[in-house]
């Protein structure tokens, strides 16, 4: 039996005593007495975390400010700095010279820095936008991969209150334009290019393109890291390398003390509506949930190597990357390449060469190493020693039982904790986790909230659930890591988290959500809005229609789907209806090629359908109203057994079978 199905049959995992015994939150009452603490004192308990594991230039006397709720304050008449807190804070703690960061690139070379080489190198950065006019507000657009200079660069924007926003380097040049413009950038940091899998990809003339696209008047400077130079085109005036700008600057600079509600970073992401949004997050807030969890969700240690296999163009890096490892000292990885390069063994071997002792990644890239551990001994966690793994992480979309189980036995040889993290961008940081030292583990299930954490599961009125019902996932008080606002959209911000229809008094996560009968651990049962996730990115459903159907030369209307897939969590599945006869055969699958390459341009890969199917119409109520339920079915290859009588052409349904 499963969790979500009862529990006299749950199988469940103990925490190792030998983990147990030394772990930051040590056994269950541990674990209690902590969720107490924030029940008898919720804004002591916030508060009393914040001082312990940042440095605050002014100390903050007011903890939470509630009166504009939902746009919620924190610490608001505290000033510190986030690269303060992550570099000069450890270097005083005698930390220096301890490495910050191995960098492991796509080859397999290896570049080592530590907090005081880290320190030199951000100062340097910073001290560089400096010289070109950027200060304290400014917004700077990183479109760069995985790399020291990428989280230098993320740092340096701190350092001098500049908002960094990073877009993933998988994003074309149409999506890059639109978050440059929305941001309104004064400046972009860029490499020559970017090298993944053996191939070198381009970055810099995206950057081009989307500055050519127009609407990025406020981009002033574009900044070029050399990764392996390429030969790129640089526009004077506007385009700098990066190593001439920093060369002759000093390695120190003072930092610039922000209000603890200074917005350090906006990251985009999918809505159920519209384009991605700006979600907009604190610096005393996020940093203090990004330390607090990272400290306790992974029990990170002063001797520890840890490694989080997330770019930093997603949430996932820019907290367990870029600033929670780094805010509590420790040694982690930064990995430029891709799991299966030079083969499926190369997570293995890395954890093996660098000893490293926690390990964060996501489902999809687990159930994809399984089939080719399963198909190739040579490349089997099994052929490596992965001896000094103690912890083992999972992020971005539920693992399901069987990967869970493998990745257990097999990477973490059946000692070390998995902790399953459910968080969102929006969330800034764990949200509901096990934690390795205290929570009894479930395959299958995030276990229980983050201590101070108020999840909870509702009905449509907001009205508690019983445990075993599903049913709307909320979390019921603000707290400090959580998104400020979505970038010059305050109402969309309300709309989208703090609905009226919803009495606009908790935050809705999106998800949807059951506790367990007995225990009250939580599964989450997925979106239950028209979000995709496909392999762990967020996507939009809406945001590929619109690509779609701004192929105006070939498309009338489109409507997208997820469907379940083995190895990527869901797949894009994409019905269309083309402004010329339906194709069917070759033609179909050119059509269908054409469209997916469309998408790519528009969007990024990571938005491509898997599989387009093509129509003479869509299944319409006789209101015109698409019925999306029909095409989730078609698009499973289910047989139809829901009710069809509003539908107006039922004939449709047959054409967009499986048609290929
Ligand atoms: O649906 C949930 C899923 O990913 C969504 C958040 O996506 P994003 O903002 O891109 O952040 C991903 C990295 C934190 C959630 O609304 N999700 C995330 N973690 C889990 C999950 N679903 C199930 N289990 C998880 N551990």
């Not at 990357?321 to 083969?343: N, S």
């Not at 508690?464 to 998104?483: A, E, R």
């Not at 997820?562 to 209806?577: L, M, Y």
């Not at 047989?639 to 052409?649: F, G, M, P």
């Amino acid at each position: 039996m499963s969790a979500t199905e009862g529990s006299t049959e749950l199988k469940i995992y103990q925490p190792p005593a030998a983990l147990a015994g030394s772990a930051h939150v040590s056994g269950m009452a541990a674990y209690e007495a902590m969720c107490q603490a924030a029940e008898a004192d919720y804004e002591g308990f916030w508060a009393g975390h914040a001082r312990e594991l940042l440095s605050w230039k002014t100390p903050f006397t007011k903890v939470l400010n509630e009166s504009e709720a939902p746009f919620f304050k924190w610490f608001e008449d505290g000033t510190l700095n986030a690269s303060y807190n992550c570099l000069d804070r450890n270097i005083e703690r005698g930390l220096g010279d301890k490495t910050a960061i191995i960098f492991e690139a796509d080859g397999g070379e290896v570049t080592k820095v530590t907090y005081k080489e880290l320190l030199a190198k951000t100062c340097q950065i910073a001290n560089g936008l400096k010289s070109l006019g950027i200060k304290k507000g400014d917004r700077v657009v990183i479109y760069i991969a995985m790399s020291i200079d990428g989280v230098a660069a993320m740092q340096a924007c701190a350092r001098i209150g500049a908002t960094h926003s990073v877009v993933f380097g998988g994003f074309s040049a149409q999506s890059l334009r639109d978050r440059i413009e929305d941001t309104g950038a004064v400046a972009v940091i860029t490499a020559d290019n970017q090298v993944r899998g053996g191939k070198q990809l381009p970055l810099k003339s995206i950057v081009d393109e989307a500055l050519a696209l127009g609407g990025c008047d406020s981009v002033k400077n574009v900044l070029v890291v050399k990764r392996s130079g390429a030969a790129i085109a640089m526009t004077a005036g506007r385009d700098l390398w990066m190593a001439d700008v920093v060369a002759s600057q000093p390695t120190s600079c003072e930092p610039e003390w922000v209000s603890a509600e200074h917005p350090l970073f906006l990251l985009y992401t999918s809505g159920s509506t519209g384009k991605p949004k700006g979600v907009q997050h604190s610096t005393g807030g996020y940093l203090l949930h990004a330390a607090l969890t990272t400290k306790l969700t992974f029990d990170l240690k002063a001797d520890d190597v840890f490694w989080c296999t997330a770019d930093i163009g997603w949430v996932t890096g820019h907290t367990y990357i870029t600033y929670g490892p780094l805010a509590l000292g420790g040694t982690e990885i930064v990995f430029e390449g891709v799991p299966t390069y030079p083969d499926a063994g190369r997570f293995w071997k890395m954890i093996q060469d660098h000893k490293v002792s926690i390990f964060y990644t996501a489902p999809t890239a687990i159930r994809s190493l399984i089939k080719a551990a399963e198909a190739n001994d040579a490349v089997h966690p099994k052929s490596y020693n992965l001896s000094s793994l103690r912890i083992l992480g999972s992020v971005g979309e539920p693992i399901n039982p069987a990967a869970w189980e493998w990745y257990h036995q097999h990477v973490g040889g059946g000692r070390c904790p998995i902790v399953d993290t459910f968080w969102q961008t929006e969330t800034g940081g764990h949200m509901i986790t096990p934690l390795p030292g205290a929570t009894p583990l479930v395959p299958g299930s995030c276990t229980l909230p983050f201590p101070g954490i108020q999840a909870a599961v509702v009905d449509e009125t907001g009205k508690d659930v019983p445990w075993g019902q599903g049913g709307i996932l909320v979390v019921k008080k603000p707290w400090p890591s959580m998104i400020r606002t979505i970038w010059g959209d305050p109402e969309r911000f309300k709309k989208s988290y703090y609905p009226e229809d919803f009495k606009g008094k908790y935050y809705l996560a999106g998800d949807g959500a059951i506790r367990d009968a007995k225990t009250g651990y939580f599964t989450i049962t997925g979106r239950i809005d028209d979000v995709l996730n496909v392999s762990g990115h967020r996507m939009g459903t809406m945001e590929i229609e619109s690509a779609l159907v701004s192929c105006t030369e070939l498309v009338a209307e489109a409507a997208v789907v997820g469907r379940p897939d083995d190895t990527t969590g869901e797949a894009i599945c994409a019905f269309v209806v083309l402004k010329r006869p339906r194709p069917t055969g070759d033609e179909a699958k050119a059509i269908a090629k054409q469209l997916r390459d469309w998408v790519g341009k528009e969007i990024g890969p990571i938005a491509k359908p898997k599989d387009i199917r093509f129509g003479d119409n869509l299944p319409k109520t006789r209101s015109g109203k698409i019925m999306r339920r029909l095409l989730r079915s078609l698009a499973k290859n289910e047989a139809i057994t829901q009710d069809t009588s509003t539908l107006e052409n039922p004939a449709i349904l047959e054409q967009l079978g499986d048609n290929h």
